[in-house]
């Protein structure tokens, strides 16, 4: 839930291995460190700090409730 033009990458090493083989292959690295402002930084650093305290399997319940109220109304 960070900024539209930010990313991050959490994973093993295998999954950081994988998104280097799928990145251009003149970067050298996973990011852009060059095209991200300092609203995306901080905007993506609040939603790391926001989502770590979140309970996710609550989150999930009410994402999965949401289509089939859909469909209920619907």
Same mark, same amino acid.
């Given at each position: 839930m960070g900024p539209q033009c930010s990313g991050i990458l959490f994973g093993g090493r295998d999954l950081i291995e994988a998104a280097l083989h799928n990145g251009s292959p003149f970067?050298? %690295?996973i990011c852009r460190p060059m095209k991200v402002g300092k609203e995306e930084i901080v905007g993506l650093l609040a939603a790391v700090?926001?989502? %770590?305290?979140?309970?996710?399997?609550?989150d999930c319940r009410v994402w999965e409730s949401r289509p089939n109220y859909i469909g209920d109304v619907g």
């Open positions: 970067e050298g %690295s700090e926001w989502s %770590s305290g979140r309970d996710y399997r609550a």
